[in-house]
């Protein structure tokens, strides 16, 4: 299975190069649009199960609905001294990657998922919308942190829109630029990737509780591209 981590490491890195690519730091658009073909997300990697306890999800943590993965990127701005986080946006995409919603959020951290109408799968019918904040994290060394996330609100009801808890982890880059000086009030467009769970409150659903994200045997399918637009 290691092997398998690792393949999906390298494509995952491949795939992140070429939005840095094709969106240089001083973009200051959000509305990055790229298909998974433009992505050249071309995948079979499976979910990675090493999580730390520092991001369990509370005792009261329910039923998971199925992983999504991220791919987008996190925005930072120089101040003159240093790099600060400035916002964040990224497309969800579900086992067969197909893109089934968004994610964004600002400076505060605060995250916001958008879940398209209409994905059967995740049983939305109208778009649902999840309002997140970070309550716990754990720092790595070459990309953002894993995170805990308790949802504060919710739109639609469905099965994503339920939950109280959303775990991000397998995450691959996302950083802000380490030695990198910049005129004041440059942007950066940092590229990263990372699997989302969400957990829904135990009494929604007793006999399914399970507490640890779906990982190993959970794949995620894409097809093989040839070609990877700016390599
Ligand atoms: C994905 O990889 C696994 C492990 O090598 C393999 O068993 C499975 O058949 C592959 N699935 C697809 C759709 O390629
Ligand atoms: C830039 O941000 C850092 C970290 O928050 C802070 O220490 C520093 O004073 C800021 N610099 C300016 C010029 O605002
Ligand atoms: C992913 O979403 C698409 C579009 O809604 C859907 O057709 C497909 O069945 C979903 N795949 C899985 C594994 O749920
Ligand atoms: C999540 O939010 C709920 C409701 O505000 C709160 O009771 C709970 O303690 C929070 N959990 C964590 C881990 O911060």
Not at 17 to 44: K, M, Q, R
Request: proline share 6%; glycine share 10%; with cysteine.
């Amino acid at each position: 299975m290691a092997k398998y981590h690792e393949s999906a490491v390298l494509v995952l890195s491949i795939c992140l190069a070429v939005s840095f690519l094709s969106f240089p730091g001083a973009d200051a658009s959000f509305g990055l649009d790229l298909t998974v073909e433009e992505l050249g997300l071309a995948v079979n990697f499976s979910v990675p199960c090493d999580l730390p306890t520092g991001i369990a999800i509370p005792d009261k943590g329910g039923l998971l609905t199925p992983n999504l993965l991220a791919v987008g990127y996190q925005r930072y701005m120089y101040n003159g001294t240093s790099w600060q986080f400035s916002g964040q946006h990224a497309y969800l995409y579900n086992k067969t990657l197909d893109k089934v919603g968004r994610l964004y959020g600002g400076r505060n951290r605060r995250v916001t998922f958008e879940l398209y109408a209409g994905q059967s799968a995740l049983a939305t019918t109208a778009k649902a919308t999840v309002h997140a904040k970070p309550v716990k994290n754990v720092y790595q060394t070459f990309s953002i942190p894993l995170q805990l996330l308790n949802v504060t609100g919710t739109s639609e009801i469905s099965n994503y829109a339920a939950a109280d808890y959303i775990q991000r982890f397998g995450t691959q880059n996302g950083l802000p630029p380490a030695n990198l000086k910049a005129k004041k009030a440059t942007f950066f467009n940092s590229g990263f990737s990372a699997f989302y769970a969400f957990y829904l409150p135990l009494e929604l659903s007793p006999q399914l509780a399970t507490r640890v994200p779906r990982c190993g045997d959970e794949r995620f399918y894409g097809v093989q591209f040839g070609t990877i637009p700016g390599l």
